[in-house]
């Protein structure tokens, strides 16, 4: 059974996370867990920090499971 991608979206940004792809590093995890929750759901609170830090880490993810845009704008 394949589990689709998830969409975590508010006015100014969307992060779409691939379970399939996940490595479950933690990466995200450990280095922005205010986002990034391993005990809550939904586990990505896209209000945590900034959308700019959400970014730059969004972009560490080692698989390329998670995904960052701006409203009307690609990150």
Do not use: H
């Not at 589990?3 to 479950?24: A, G, K, L």
């Not at 586990?43 to 959308?51: E, F, T």
């Amino acid at each position: 059974m394949k589990i689709n991608f998830r969409e975590f979206s508010n006015d100014n940004i969307t992060i779409t996370y691939d379970p399939c792809v996940c490595q479950q590093s933690d990466t995200c995890a450990k280095q922005l867990s205010n986002v990034f929750r391993n005990s809550v759901i939904p586990w990505i609170d896209i209000d945590g920090a900034p959308p700019e830090k959400i970014n730059s880490q969004v972009k560490k993810c080692p698989s390329g499971a998670l995904k960052f845009s701006f409203k009307n704008k690609v990150a």
